[in-house]
């Protein structure tokens, strides 16, 4: 799967420029953030907390494909662990679910220059140890993300960020390398949680990490390995107490115990409801679906280094012999869509033009030819209960390269086996993920990830960081879109990732539960998208 003519040797317009930092106008920039964030991130951002009743003692069981593994935010975004960290901690900038940005533990943020952003913070807030929130955890928080020795999953996040600064108890202000328009947005996910610096030094990363302080509505009371974790409303929450005063997130991997806890009463919302259960689950008195098109893709992470996936023409064989028309139909009953690049429906700069993915045996068979493939062994490693439908998909990927001449071998592990592994990244070739976009731009996903130092970066192309690095910083968004084009074009040569499906996702609720869910799977359970009644 060659990249179409000319596109690899493009050179947008004004790279040498961006690359160089030329001055742009705080003006211009100002509309660039205007444009990308709305109109609550551009100069300036405030908001009054309401003031909410007092919720009824009530407990909230969700059941998850899989237990947690890491309850320290910087050092996991796997969604099993993301469910209960985005609830403990609180970030300084909220995005809703319709994309929106609020405050949160910033009530305002500025625009000083092009590369200065100030962020006022929340007065009265303490950690659930008592600790108070102040300038100082902020600054510890943003730059231990950044910092090599502690080796966090986060650390490309705010790579544009060049230093913290503390200007007062109440307000810091964050010095980026270029301009950085997305800097709001990136606060408000993956890596922006906020931790307690003088608790954490008290208590090192291990001791964080099995009894997390965060400022979020739900404090952690305990995790019992492979079985639950447990957690209690935050009484007195800045931002209101949440519905239930008692919140369990349950480890039920199969699919079937896992809906029939849902069907018995003894979970209120599940995650991962495959297809062939949906009617099931709508169709019960006390039962109802929620779903939404996941802002992220269901791949293959593809380790390039290792051989034969260092060859391109084999990554190429790989993906065409897909036949992610029939996944679709067959696993999600036609719900989702087929990818036609790294870049999900939905994200700025998806381009509809471009064709999807193509299925063709018969080009996979030429492209191994080539690639002079010889039968050496590819490793497929996977998990069950992770993704919807993770094991079968996994299987019928293994019986469609077979049929090329692929020999894949299949490799199904606990989640927790999966999780360390990442965090070695010691996977052997293949492993199947579900990346999801923290910015609605590609910055958030395909950069955030496969960029240099990136959680799945095990393959470079100068070409293609070049590329990444200037279209990050630039105000222009023919420039970015520009080189987001050539960058596809890269990508879909040497298939750094093989993307599969951009799914819809189901969730089982009780019809009990005022609950909707995030495109980006965020399991947000404040008080504005989770309200309980009587049944």
Not at 7 to 17: F, I, Q, Y
Not at 136 to 151: C, G, H, L, M, N
Not at 465 to 489: P, T
């Amino acid at each position: 799967m060659s990249a179409p003519a000319g596109e690899r040797s493009e050179t947008p317009d004004g790279l040498e420029r961006v690359l160089d930092g030329d001055a742009i106008s705080r003006r211009a920039f100002a509309a660039r953030v205007s444009l990308l964030l709305g109109s609550a991130a551009a100069a300036s951002v405030r908001t009054d907390i309401a003031g909410a009743q007092t919720p009824s003692k009530t407990s909230f069981v969700i059941a998850q494909g899989g237990d947690v593994s890491r309850l320290d935010p910087h050092m996991s975004t796997v969604v099993h662990d993301t469910a209960v960290s985005f609830n403990v901690f609180d970030n300084l900038v909220s995005r809703r679910r319709d994309g929106r940005l609020e405050p949160s533990l910033a009530t305002s943020w500025e625009l000083v220059s092009p590369t200065l952003w100030r962020f006022v913070l929340r007065r009265g807030v303490t950690f659930h140890n008592g600790d108070p929130f102040t300038a100082a955890d902020v600054k510890f928080s943003i730059e231990r993300t950044q910092d090599p020795a502690a080796k966090t999953l986060v650390r490309t996040v705010f790579t544009t960020v060049e230093r913290v600064e503390v200007s007062g108890p109440h307000a810091v202000l964050l010095h980026t390398r270029k301009p950085d328009p997305l800097l709001p947005a990136r606060l408000a996910f993956f890596g922006g949680q906020i931790i307690p610096k003088s608790h954490f030094e008290r208590v090192s990363a291990e001791g964080f990490n099995a009894r997390p302080v965060g400022t979020g509505p739900l404090r952690f009371v305990e995790h019992i390995k492979s079985d639950r974790v447990v957690l209690e409303r935050s009484s007195g929450y800045w931002g209101g107490d949440i519905a239930a005063e008692r919140v369990t997130f349950r480890a039920i991997p199969e699919t079937g115990p896992r809906v029939a806890a849902l069907l018995k009463g003894e979970a209120d919302l599940i995650t991962t409801l495959p297809p062939d259960h949906v009617e099931r689950v709508d169709m019960h008195p006390s039962t109802r679906v929620e779903e939404t098109l996941y802002a992220g893709l269901h791949l293959l992470v593809v380790d390039s280094r290792r051989p034969p996936l260092d060859n391109p023409k084999v990554k190429q064989a790989l993906s065409l012999a897909i036949d992610r028309e029939a996944i679709l139909k067959d696993m999600w009953h036609g719900r989702g869509l087929v990818p036609n690049g790294p870049i999900p429906k939905g994200d700025n700069f998806y381009d509809d033009a471009r064709p999807p993915f193509k299925y063709d045996p018969a080009l996979a068979r030429q492209r191994l030819r080539e690639g002079s493939y010889k039968g050496e062994v590819i490793y497929l490693e996977s998990s069950s209960g992770y993704l919807t439908n993770d094991k079968p998909m996994s299987e019928a990927l293994i019986s469609m390269w077979q049929d090329v001449g692929l020999n894949v071998k299949l490799e199904i592990h606990e989640f927790s086996v999966m999780m360390q592994k990442l965090r070695e990244r010691s996977f052997k070739g293949l492993r199947l993920g579900s990346p999801a976009s923290t910015l609605g731009d590609p910055d958030g996903m395909m950069w955030r990830l496969l960029g240099p130092g990136g959680a799945h970066d095990t393959w470079r192309h100068p070409r293609f960081d070049e590329l990444g690095e200037a279209a990050r910083f630039s105000i222009d968004e023919e420039f970015r879109s520009r080189c987001y084009r050539a960058m596809v074009s890269i990508f879909l040569e040497y298939l750094p990732w093989i993307p599969i499906i951009q799914p819809v996702e189901w969730y089982g609720v009780r019809r009990s539960v005022d609950w909707k869910p995030y495109p980006t799977q965020q399991m947000e359970l404040r008080q504005f998208n989770l309200k309980l009644r009587r049944a």
